[in-house]
């Protein structure tokens, strides 16, 4: 017969809860049922193995149970076979999870095991985080787990899988500019039966501290455990010390038909430490945690003992009474499950004192095993509407990592959320994904503010349900293949709404006519409003010139568009997706497909007639795949319009510190061939256009990506022609953008090439450094992006300053990358030169980047002719401190 007690310390006190609680001797049955719920995954291997210890199978991690990750192996033979091999997680990956099956509303045991083996080159073992989350638990996230000093590192934990069919084990790269990679070596999983450790409670989560065998003598597991749970002997010398002896008993019996219990296994049962004769006390020290904590205690009988003989005793612990044992010889045993309150003590005693006197104890105290386990904090999840209606979306997207909880540690890509409690979905951004599939599920998630799927495949309908979403302020949905009438409702709300490229879309009807008193007053307003509107049209007739004699250079080089064409291809002007300084930026697509930017002539524009003359002259002029293509103009009715080849991968200054820079799909690599696009397109300028032109205007805004990343310079509003090429400037009126302008042309008034130099060599240290030429800080050190840059590279410097100290730590590099980083750093420095005869020329700058680009594009790129380069090392530019140490001009 035997007892098991359950101790669980909380912050509030409860009741005395008597119940029968006994252990069950396992049947052969009993025994496949635990072991059908096994998994074993061998992480990183290839083959399936059997352990030769226990029997039991151990299966790969095949792509049923993750799809991301790298193999690799730990050179260490003497290791057990599972811990030879490990998944470990590079960039770009964050959280990465794996995928297991379970079945709902059951307990599970997880035990997870990691060994670091140098398997991507760094020989420093990382630290990261864990979770361990499913639809309907709360979930825990282990705080930075450091693999480091522990040749084997497993943790254990018991949880309930709430409602759902698969529980993911997330590893989670630390997010503090490290270069960490987090791994697993191996993950067992154990279905327990309903009922152990009192897991009432769905989303509870145990994390193993203790599990003994009290007076045992070797370590216990699968099959002497039919859970593989792992049972340790404790050191019995102290124990001896204090008036204990260890017992056993190889007949004791295991009888109950409570299934309450935990089920510690019969060789755990038939060992315990007990009171020596005259002892009456016997101490438990345990190790006390400020967290929640279950203790479980197991006694049973295994000492012959006569009727007239009985074990009585009382427990305590840290001196506060929680009730009594009594053996009695002839029924099973009766215990109390008690809750205590938590304790701030370095250790918890635990006190078993036998009860003396006529009728009480007539020997000593005894106990057979004990197990202790943190109750870990949880987080609320994500509402469960959000979580439902994204995963039906991705049933038909099939996103990759969009998998385990949206929210919760790392938010899904393309997902931002509010951590509130419920936490609830914000924002989605899918664009340029080309994904398939319908809106048909959207509607549960009720807290969108924006939601974009611009360059997709979707189809189907417009969800109504999308008009009710009253914090809804974005919406895009252009270049998909939706049909249908777009609802009404989307236009009459405070929503930046955009719709191009849908075909099959049918945009609403007018409202229907309200009540005749509505149509009067309607109708007074109206009458009012063509008065006033007939009265700013005037104003504003004699503030334009009369355009109507402009006479357009260049006619057969660019296309004059109508109004009405314009209005149809950008559907009256709705979709802004750019402000320039000759005016709004609309998209458009023309009736042969192709896409369209048309830039209109604002009223308060500082540019003006002449500026649109000078652009339309200038781009009918030339023709290079790096200088955006001008397709056409409109003047007539006095509307001044350019039309421009659509560039869908918006301006370089959106991803280096725009709305796009956050995530930047831009890596070190991306960055550099921009660079190169754009002084090629510099270069043809300066130098093969007839005549030689100088752009006066360079800046990343000016600089635009399509959807690959190749770059093109565009507005040429200001751009200035060398007619003669005997004269080295022109001289002009100042003009350009503060932060990019040439010191030297500013103080004298003369426009030459190396002004454009100047304005690139800006560009690139924005490329480096990743912020804005100017920025509003109280530092004046700080304000002017070249003076930071040029103090930051004067080895004279008290204190001294580092380059690295500057450099965009976003930028992740390898080697090789360093290399090609550091010429580029040498070549943008002296394009900022103060004096212009000091800067190379747009050719040597040309020259220049594709001499860098050799590191990291190991072939000639001129010939194709392939080059050595240094084998590639990735790590972070954080960690790259001393080649770059007060680097010179």
């Known amino acids: 017969m035997v007892l098991g007690t359950i101790y669980e310390t909380e912050t509030d006190m409860e009741e005395f809860r008597w119940m029968i609680l006994a252990l069950l001797f396992y049947s052969a049955a009993a025994q496949a049922q635990a072991q059908t719920g096994f998994l074993n995954l061998d992480c990183g291997a290839r083959v399936n193995s059997t352990d030769p210890k226990t029997n039991l199978t151990w299966g790969i991690d095949s792509k049923e149970y993750i799809n991301v990750g790298e193999q690799a192996n730990v050179s260490n033979t003497s290791l057990d076979f599972y811990l030879q091999s490990l998944r470990y997680f590079s960039k770009p990956y964050d959280k990465s999870c794996y995928?297991?099956?379970?079945?709902?509303?059951?307990?599970?045991?997880?035990?997870?095991?990691?060994?670091f083996g140098n398997y991507n080159g760094n020989t420093n073992p990382p630290s990261f985080n864990v979770?361990?989350?499913?639809?309907?638990?709360?979930?825990?996230?282990?705080?930075?787990?450091?693999?480091?000093?522990?040749?084997?590192?497993?943790?254990?934990?018991i949880?309930?899988?709430?409602?759902?069919?698969?529980?993911?084990?997330?590893?989670?790269?630390?997010?503090?500019?490290?270069?960490?990679?987090?791994?697993v070596s191996a993950i067992q999983l154990r279905k327990l039966l309903n009922g152990m450790y009192d897991l009432q409670d769905k989303g509870l989560m145990l994390n193993s501290v203790l599990r003994f065998d009290l007076g045992g003598e070797s370590l216990i597991r699968y099959k002497g455990d039919d859970f593989d749970r792992f049972w340790q002997v404790n050191s019995t010398e102290d124990l001896y010390n204090r008036g204990l002896v260890v017992t056993s008993s190889t007949e004791a019996e295991i009888s109950s038909d409570n299934s309450s219990s935990n089920y510690p296994p019969s060789k755990v049962m038939q060992t315990a430490i007990v009171a020596k004769e005259n002892v009456s006390r016997l101490f438990l020290n345990l190790t006390a945690v400020k967290k929640k904590t279950l203790i479980a205690l197991y006694f049973g009988e295994i000492e012959s003992v006569n009727t007239s003989q009985s074990r009585i005793f009382n427990v305590t612990i840290n001196g506060q009474p929680h009730g009594t044992v009594n053996f009695s010889m002839d029924s099973y045993v009766i215990g109390k499950k008690i809750k205590l309150p938590s304790t701030q003590a370095r250790e918890l005693v635990i006190s078993l004192n036998s009860i003396k006197g006529q009728g009480n104890s007539s020997r000593g105290p005894l106990i057979n095993a004990l197990e202790q386990y943190n109750i870990m904090d949880t987080e609320p999840e994500t509402s469960a509407d959000d979580v439902s209606a994204l995963l039906n979306m991705n049933k038909e997207f099939g996103i990759s990592d969009w998998i385990s909880d949206p929210c919760f540690s790392i938010e899904w890509s393309g997902i931002k959320c509010d951590k509130g409690n419920p936490v609830r979905v914000l924002e989605i951004d899918l664009n340029g994904r080309n994904l398939p599939g319908s809106l048909k599920d959207v509607c549960n998630l009720t807290r969108l503010e924006k939601l974009n799927l611009q360059n997709n495949r979707l189809s189907g309908s417009i969800p109504p349900c999308l008009s009710n979403f009253s914090n809804l302020r974005e919406l895009d949905i252009r270049d998909n293949n939706f049909s249908g009438k777009i609802p009404a409702e989307l236009f009459h709300r405070n929503l930046i709404f955009r719709y191009s490229g849908n075909q099959f879309l049918v945009l609403p009807k007018g409202k229907n006519k309200g009540p005749m008193i509505a149509a009067i007053i309607g109708g007074i307003l109206a009458v009012l409003l063509v008065l006033i509107s007939m009265l700013v049209y005037r104003k504003r007739q004699s503030a334009k010139p009369d355009n109507r004699s402009i006479k357009v250079p260049n006619p057969v080089r660019s296309r004059s568009f109508s109004v009405a064409e314009l209005r149809t291809a950008t559907q009256d002007f709705s979709e802004e997706i750019g402000q320039g300084g000759f005016g709004t930026v609309f998209y458009g697509k023309l009736v042969d497909g192709n896409e369209i930017a048309v830039k209109v002539l604002s009223s308060s524009s500082k540019q003006g007639v002449d500026e649109f003359l000078n652009e339309i002259d200038l781009l009918s002029r030339v023709n290079h795949t790096n200088l955006v293509c001008l397709l056409g103009y409109c003047d007539s009715s006095k509307e001044l319009m350019l039309v421009y080849e659509y560039m869908g991968g918006r301006s370089l200054r959106d991803h280096l510190y725009g709305s796009l820079a956050y995530p930047s799909t831009l890596d070190w690599k991306a960055r550099i061939r921009v660079a190169l696009d754009a002084a090629e397109g510099l270069e043809y300028l300066h130098w093969r256009a007839t005549p030689k032109i100088i752009h006066r205007d360079v800046k990343s805004s000016n600089i635009l990506l399509d959807l690959n990343m190749r770059a093109k310079v565009a507005d040429f509003g200001l751009s200035r022609i060398l007619r003669d090429d005997a004269i080295s400037h022109v001289t002009t009126t100042v003009k350009g953008t503060m932060g990019y302008m040439d010191p030297e042309y500013f103080g004298t008034n003369k426009l030459t090439e190396k002004s454009d130099v100047f304005s690139f060599g800006v560009v690139l240290l924005e490329i480096i450094c990743g912020r804005r030429p100017i920025e509003d800080v109280e530092c004046d050190d700080e304000v002017n992006l070249v003076r930071w840059v040029m103090l930051h590279t004067e080895a004279d410097q008290d204190?001294?300053?580092h380059l690295i100290d500057i450099i965009d730590k976003r930028l992740v590099l390898g080697e090789n990358e360093m290399e090609c980083f550091n010429c580029v750093v040498n070549l943008a420095l002296k394009c900022v030169e103060r004096e212009g005869y000091k800067r190379p020329s747009m050719n040597e700058v040309v020259a220049g980047i594709k001499e860098a680009m050799l590191y990291i594009e190991p072939k000639d790129i001129s010939s194709g002719t392939s080059v050595d380069a240094p084998s590639s090392e990735a790590y972070s530019v954080a960690d790259y401190s001393t080649s770059l140490l007060h680097l010179g001009r």
């Open 159 to 183: 949880l309930t899988t709430g409602s759902a069919e698969r529980l993911y084990v997330c590893f989670i790269r630390t997010l503090d500019g490290s270069d960490n990679d987090p791994f």
């Open 99 to 115: 995928s297991l099956p379970v079945v709902p509303n059951t307990p599970y045991m997880l035990r997870l095991w990691f060994h």
């Open 799 to 801: 204190p001294p300053r």
């Open 131 to 157: 979770s361990v989350e499913t639809q309907g638990m709360l979930y825990r996230q282990m705080e930075n787990i450091a693999v480091a000093g522990t040749p084997n590192w497993d943790t254990e934990k």
